[in-house]
């Protein structure tokens, strides 16, 4: 065995190997959701299993692991406990007794089934037809808590917490529930009291204007530019789901959708994968790089090249989408804009600010206004929850979401393609995940009170379209960071306490109220 300090750098050196592969993947899987026609579906799921048994053949590797414990041995290689390289080989090891627990065969079968399942769901979906999809989900659910079983029951947890683990490291479901439970409660009261005595805004200026495809692209572009995201180290294309896929060192994709009408739909999908990808663009990607190891690493395929959870990632992007862009600020600067480039007209700064912060429910998740979102979350969490007890059955399913959309949301569910079949998540075996998207809306809120203090005239920058300076503080504070703090910790050197809704129903409530005259 070499000396740690070789150890470390054939670790990192190996691990870069196995993250070169993934981006493949995640190129494959950016395309299939882009420009791959259909009749490539079957060969595409092939590409993708033999991809997934590659990249988990190499993070499982004896050598790997007989690395891992070189490093752990060696206190003057790991430094301070919370140091960087320290944190690298806590991740490490973290993520190799995470893979090393799933037999190659399940990961190859997860990627294949989960490639097919998509495709599935998107003639299920626009047929609105359940059963067509059924079948499907029960491979996916089965699998996904093969998956689980693999990881293992955390003492005194539930199956569901191997899955959470993977997306958002160290929170378990019984302290999600005790984050969403005065949530529901305080947003519920909220929300009646918005209902029974509020006058909602009228919508009318976004819904009036009918705006070319093109011009809304020109004018997402105009917007991204301003948020600093650079466009010579990523793109914006359009696809039916929106997503960021951050695929290497100087290639972070974007994509978003767009209809002629409601033109804030598209903006705002594209402001909120464009937090995602400055995110990405923030990571110590390559060498040269400010990152955490110094110049002698090169960090892609490290952990300090890595996001720290899906909850902070979603944090970023809700923080742009909303809190920035939902803002009088954000239109005080962009109208102007709008006008000349989108020819927009008949709208105030007043009236759009208005008409794009209501809390009004409804059935879709991804267009849901802020005050309401979480709710949508919470029905998700409580169902997969459910589906991974054993607690639900698969064909249960349709009937339990259109119950909870009627209790937690007050709506009638009028169809599966409006319910159950919305999102394409469950399709690729992402159980766990949902909750990551109200925590971000929560780290959101909590870290912008520091923001505010951090950053006094934060108001009038964003005022002037100078969004420089915010996105200096989170590359600061949290992007050069890595994975360098798991979410927790970093939560509390932000805003020196624990994550909870107080933060975010504060906010919601100030905003919300003037604009129903409350
Ligand atoms: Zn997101």
């Not at 494959?28 to 259909?38: S, V």
């Not at 390289?85 to 090891?93: G, L, S, T």
């Not at 491979?139 to 683990?165: F, N, Q, S």
Request: charged residues 25%.
């Amino acid at each position: 065995m070499p000396d740690a300090q070789a150890a470390f750098a054939e670790l990192c050196s190996l691990s870069r190997q196995a993250a070169v592969l993934g981006s493949v993947s995640a190129l494959l899987g950016w395309d299939q959701e882009t420009y791959m026609p259909a009749g490539g579906s079957g060969a595409r799921a092939d590409q993708m299993a033999a991809l997934a048994a590659l990249v988990h053949e190499r993070r499982t590797s004896t050598r790997m692991g007989d690395l891992i414990a070189a490093c752990e041995g060696d206190a003057k290689l790991l430094g301070e406990a919370d140091g960087p390289v320290a944190a690298c080989v806590r991740e490490f090891r973290r993520d190799y007794d995470l893979a090393t627990k799933l037999p190659t065969d399940l990961v190859a079968e997860l990627a294949r089934v989960g490639s097919q399942t998509q495709e599935v769901w998107k003639a299920a979906r626009s047929a609105s037809d359940f059963p067509m999809y059924a079948p499907w989900l029960e491979k996916m659910v089965a699998l996904t808590r093969r998956k689980a079983e693999c990881y293992g029951v955390p003492k005194g947890g539930e199956l569901y917490d191997a899955l959470l683990e993977e997306y958002e490291p160290g929170m378990t479901s019984a302290q999600v529930g005790a984050i969403f439970t005065p949530l529901r409660t305080r947003l519920a009261a909220f929300l009646a009291e918005v209902k029974g005595k509020g006058k909602p805004p009228s919508a009318r200026c976004i819904e009036a204007a009918k705006i070319d495809p093109k011009l809304q692209h020109e004018f997402g572009l105009f917007v991204l530019n301003a948020m600093t995201f650079d466009l010579n180290a990523g793109r914006l294309d359009t696809t039916t789901h929106p997503f960021c896929s951050g695929l290497g060192p100087g290639d972070t994709r974007l994509t978003t959708r767009y209809r002629d009408e409601r033109f804030t739909d598209a903006l705002y999908g594209t402001m909120h994968e464009a937090g995602h990808g400055l995110y990405e663009q923030g990571l110590p990607k390559s060498r040269g790089a400010t990152g955490p190891l110094g110049d002698a690493f090169d960090p892609f395929g490290t952990p300090m090249s890595e996001s720290i959870s899906l909850g902070i990632h979603e944090s970023q992007s809700r923080m742009w989408e909303n809190l920035v862009g939902r803002s009088r600020e954000f239109w005080v600067w962009a109208l102007p804009h709008a006008r000349k480039i989108m020819g927009l007209s008949g709208c105030t700064e007043d009236e759009l600010y208005r008409a794009v912060n209501t809390a009004t429910p409804s059935f879709i998740r991804v267009e849901a206004d802020e005050a309401t979102y979480n709710l949508h979350i919470m029905v998700r969490f409580e169902i997969e929850r459910a589906l991974v007890k054993g607690d639900l059955s698969i064909a249960d399913v349709p009937g339990a979401w259109n119950t909870a959309y009627k209790d937690f949301l007050g709506v009638d569910v009028p169809d599966d393609r409006r319910g159950c079949l919305q999102d394409v998540h469950w399709s690729f075996g992402a159980i766990g995940y949902f909750p990551t998207y109200t925590l971000g809306n929560l780290y959101a809120a909590q870290f912008w009170e520091t923001i505010r203090r951090d950053l006094p005239n934060l108001s009038g920058q964003i005022a002037s379209g100078e969004l420089a300076p915010l996105r200096q503080w989170l590359l600061e504070n949290i992007h050069r960071h890595g994975k360098r703090y798991r979410a927790a910790d970093l939560c509390e050197r932000i805003t020196g306490r624990p994550l909870s809704a107080d933060a975010f129903v504060n906010y919601i409530e100030r905003k919300i109220r003037p604009i129903y005259g409350l």
